[in-house]
C-alpha cells in the first residue's frame, strides 16, 4: 500500500519560492547589467550605455523597492497561510456532526481496552459495521483534505505536525486494512488514487 505512494514522490508546495525565484532574477540581471557596465562589453553589437550616479542610484532604488515587497509579501503570505490554518482547525472543532463523529470513532477505537491494531476486514466488511464504517470514512476523507492543503502549501505544516501528528498516524495505522481495500481497484469502491495524501502525509510525518 505504502509503495505505491511512496514512487510518485510528493513535494510540499511553497508559494514563498514563487517570490524568492522572481527576485532571484531580477537580482541576476541587474547584477549581469553591472558586469556589462565595467567591462564595457559589447553583446549582439549593443554597447553598455553610459550612466551617471542618478540613474545609478534609480536603478538600485528599483531593485531595493523589489526586494521590500517581495519581504513584504512573503511575511503577508506567512501570516495568511498561518491564519487560515487555525480557521479551518477551529471550524473542525465547531463543527457539531463532526465531532459527533470523532467522538464515536475515539470511543470505539482510541479509548482504554479498545482492541489494538488495525481494523480487521472481516469486521469493516460486515454489513452490521456499516454506520462505524462511514463514521472512519469520514475523519479519513477530512484527514485527506488536511494533507492535500499541505502538499499545495495553503497551510502551515509546523502548527499542524504539532496539533495532528498523532492523530493521523493512529488512524492511518488502526485503518491500514481498509485503506488498503478501498485502494485496491479489484474491490470497486475506490482506487490507487484514494487517500494518497493521506498516506504520502502520514509517512512524512513518521520520518520527520
Not at 505512494?5 to 508546495?13: I, M, Y
Not at 476486514?121 to 456499516?130: D, I, S
Not at 486494512?177 to 490507487?192: A, H, P, Q, S, T
Amino acid at each position: 500500500m505504502q509503495s505505491n505512494v511512496n514512487k510518485k514522490k510528493f513535494r510540499v508546495a511553497q508559494p514563498a519560492k514563487v517570490l524568492l525565484t522572481f527576485f532571484s532574477f531580477v537580482l541576476t540581471i541587474f547584477l549581469l547589467f553591472v558586469v556589462w557596465q565595467l567591462n564595457h562589453w559589447i553583446i549582439f553589437g549593443i554597447s553598455a550605455p553610459t550612466l551617471n550616479t542618478q540613474n545609478w542610484l534609480f536603478l538600485i532604488g528599483v531593485v531595493a523597492g523589489i526586494a521590500g515587497w517581495v519581504c513584504s509579501s512573503f511575511v503577508t503570505m506567512r501570516n495568511s497561510i498561518k491564519q487560515h490554518t487555525v480557521s479551518i482547525y477551529i471550524q473542525s472543532r465547531l463543527s457539531s456532526p463532526y465531532a459527533e463523529i470523532s467522538k464515536r470513532v475515539n470511543l470505539k477505537h482510541f479509548s482504554i481496552g479498545c482492541v489494538p491494531g488495525p481494523i480487521p476486514r472481516e469486521v469493516f466488511a460486515n454489513p452490521e459495521n456499516a454506520e462505524m464504517m462511514h463514521d472512519i470514512n469520514m475523519v479519513l476523507n477530512y484527514f485527506e483534505f488536511i494533507a492535500v492543503g499541505l502538499r499545495h502549501g495553503d497551510l502551515d505544516e509546523s502548527m499542524l505536525k504539532k496539533i495532528m501528528r498523532s492523530m493521523i498516524t493512529n488512524m492511518c495505522s488502526k485503518a491500514s486494512l481498509y485503506i488498503e481495500f478501498v485502494r485496491n481497484k479489484e474491490n470497486g469502491i475506490g482506487g490507487e488514487h484514494s487517500f494518497e495524501h493521506l498516506l504520502w502525509l502520514n509517512e512524512r510525518w513518521k520520518t520527520l
